[in-house]
C-alpha cells in the first residue's frame, strides 16, 4: 500500500520561508515522479513543482526562483523548499507519486498571513 505523509506546513508571514517533507513507502520511489500539488481554496487544483526519477525539476511559473524541489532516494523523501513567501502561496500542500498511476498524500495547510 502506498502511502504519502507530508510535513512542514504552517503559519508564516509574508517574505519568510517554509521546507515541506514528503516521505514516501510502499513503492519505488527511485522510480517514481514525484511532485508537490495545492489548492486554494474556491480553486483547482495545480501543479507546483514535479522531479522525475533523474532529478529534472519543472516549476509553475509562480514560483519560479523562490520554489525548490528535491529528492532524497535514500530516504524515500521529497522536499518543496518555499522562500519569500506570499500571501497566495496559501493553500492545501499535496505531494504526489507518479508511477503508472498518481497516488496523493493527505495534505498538509500553509498559511502565509500578515
Known amino acids: 500500500q502506498v502511502q504519502l505523509v507530508e510535513s512542514g506546513g504552517g503559519l508564516v508571514q509574508p517574505g519568510e520561508s517554509l521546507r515541506l517533507s514528503c516521505a514516501a513507502s510502499g513503492i519505488r520511489f527511485n522510480s517514481a515522479t514525484m511532485g508537490w500539488y495545492r489548492q486554494a481554496p474556491g480553486k483547482q487544483r495545480e501543479s507546483v513543482a514535479v522531479?522525475?526519477?533523474?532529478?529534472?525539476?519543472n516549476y509553475a511559473d509562480s514560483v519560479k526562483g523562490r520554489f525548490t524541489i528535491s529528492r532524497d532516494n535514500a530516504k524515500n523523501t521529497v522536499y518543496l523548499q518555499m522562500n519569500n513567501l506570499k500571501l497566495e502561496d496559501t493553500a492545501v500542500y499535496y505531494c504526489?507519486?507518479?508511477?503508472?498511476?498518481?497516488?496523493w498524500g493527505q495534505g498538509t495547510q500553509v498559511t502565509v498571513s500578515s
Open positions: 522531479i522525475t526519477s533523474d532529478g529534472s525539476a
Open positions: 504526489n507519486a507518479y508511477l503508472g498511476r498518481h497516488y
